[in-house]
């Protein structure tokens, strides 16, 4: 069974920044489309930003464009999430998932993911 642990939430101040790290155990996901999510409060999951399990291709939510960077490590089996000019808009529980398939593409549907993280806070206040 994989799983998945996110780290790095926290409290940050408008315009901060902070990095995400999905740490990956179990078996190996190095090949598999991981995919960054988050929720707010009363809102709908959505997708935030995803890698192709060959790394070949990413993807980001056009909120988060020019701000959010994802960047894999096969070596530490961790994907990583790099947040600048965090905004207020950006305050929401972030997760990560793995999608069950190697060299899976990129999608930005929960549904297209097989194992989750538990999350992590992210609040952005000043």
């Known amino acids: 069974q994989l799983q998945l642990v996110e780290y790095g939430g926290g409290l940050v101040q408008p315009g901060g920044s902070l990095r995400l790290s999905c740490a990956a155990s179990g078996f190996s996901s190095d090949f598999y489309a991981i995919g960054w999510f988050r929720q707010a409060p009363g809102k709908e999951r959505e997708g935030v930003s995803c890698?192709?399990?060959?790394?070949?291709?990413?993807n980001y939510a056009d909120s988060v464009k020019g701000r959010f960077t994802i960047s894999r490590d096969n070596a530490k089996h961790t994907v990583y999430l790099q947040m600048n000019s965090l905004k207020t808009a950006d305050t929401a529980v972030y997760y990560c998932?793995?999608?069950?398939?190697?060299?899976?593409?990129?999608?930005?549907?929960?549904?297209?993911?097989?194992?989750w993280g538990q999350g992590t806070q992210v609040t952005v206040s000043s």
């Open positions: 890698i192709s399990g060959s790394s070949s291709s990413t």
């Open positions: 998932a793995a999608r069950n398939l190697v060299f899976s593409r990129c999608v930005f549907e929960p549904e297209g993911y097989d194992y």
